[in-house]
């Protein structure tokens, strides 16, 4: 298989303190790649060292079979990047960015010119193209912010946390450009703290945690190593104390209101249970669903135990 990144043994200090500690992976071409964790995981510092920017104390990066260390600038060259502070300049106009970052990679003046054009009009920029920037909104400056990153069409794109606060319009713009590059080929990276976003945009992610590597495997396959998690969400008629449930098959239970959800590894046996107390108690039973673990609960069980 053919990798579009190979990290290997990745460690970075910062003083005495170790922020990343021997983070390997291989991502191949054209996946969808997502690196999640805690605040102060590790993750910007990753992306930071797979993108070029920082050096790492221990370890290799290569992208598209360019090693960052001897071939910086043809590695740098075949990505882009969304970094988690803003990396345009507020003084220039959106199209004056773009056309910048599409100079520093070498683009002729015409494909510079053609390409922000086009970019502009897609990310819904059009009509404010030759505005100062710093008169943008949060989600606007975003925009300009991805239009920079793949102004020179990179096979790999990173992306730190680029939908933090957006609002729905400006996320999805960016989701639905972002998904078309990875249809089209391209690998993509994403570091994001919204889990539901990571379930159904990756084909793969990487859960880190106090700088390790945690976790790393399809959505699915995560949530089915983490059978406990499943659970029962029932709506009774009237609200009920918790205490009542707890058996041993039951392993947390969660009330708000009438309804309650049941965590288990025995959906079949934890339901017995349910329904012997709903007798004793005379209640009625509104709704009944068993869930399967999400990945927020896999996410939420890996952290704690890494704690
Ligand atoms: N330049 C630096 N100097 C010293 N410590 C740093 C530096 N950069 C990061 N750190 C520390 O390294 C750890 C990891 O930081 P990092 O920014 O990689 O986390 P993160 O996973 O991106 O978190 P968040 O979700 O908050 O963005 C933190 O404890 C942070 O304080
Ligand atoms: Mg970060």
Redesign the pocket.
Known sequence: MEFAIVADGLT?R??E?V??RDVSFEVPKGQFFGLL????????????MLTGVLRPNIGTVSIMGMDMEREPLRAKSSLGVIP?VGNVYPDLTARENLELFGRYYGLSRRTRAERASALLEELGLGGRSDEPIKRFSKGMKQRVSIGCAIIHQPEVLFL??PTEGLDVQSRRMIVDKVKRMNREGGTVVL?T?NIEEANQLCDRVCI?DH?RVVALDTPGNLRATFEGARSVEVTFDRPVRCEAFFTQCITRVEGKGNTMRFYTSDPDEAIRNIMKVKEEQGLTILSLNTLAPSLEDVFVKLTEMSA
Request: net charge neutral.
């Open positions: 970075k910062f003083g303190f922020a990343v964790g805690p605040n102060g995981a590790g993750k910007t510092t990753t992306i930071r988690e730190d946390e570091t703290h880190i700088g």
